[in-house]
């Protein structure tokens, strides 16, 4: 076997091992420090009143995608690395899927009784 088929061969079980570990980064993510619940109302509010950049009582969708993007690139660790490692695309997949899972009622939009991000 060369050794170009060797490395590529290694790249590739690394991929395989390592691709549930990115695809499954932005739950873990959300709920990281940034969003920590240890009991405290005031705490998960106060992280509410922080995605809701207009002050209207909601948080849209656009709102909490940059909420969430602000507070993965501030937090820096490896999960927001393999975030930030994924194509656009998908990136914008994963908030979408954390966005609806809170938003269980469809409304579009997310109020405090929603905001459960570590959900």
């Not at 490395?7 to 395989?16: K, T």
């Not at 994963?94 to 570590?118: C, I, N, V």
């Amino acid at each position: 076997m060369s050794d170009a088929f060797k490395e590529f061969a290694i790249r590739i079980g690394a991929f395989v091992l390592l691709s549930p570990l990115i695809l499954g980064t932005v739950g873990p993510a959300l709920s990281d420090m940034a969003f920590a619940q240890d009991g405290s109302g005031d705490r998960r509010m106060a992280s509410f009143q922080a995605a809701d950049a207009n002050h209207d009582g909601r948080v849209s969708q656009d709102e909490f995608e940059a909420f969430a993007r602000a507070r993965m690139a501030s937090s820096g660790g490896m999960r927001a690395a393999m975030f930030s490692r994924l194509a656009p695309e998908d990136q914008k997949a994963r908030l979408d899927e954390k966005f609806a899972q809170m938003d269980t009622s469809g409304k579009g939009y997310l109020t405090p009784d929603d905001w459960h991000p570590q959900s």
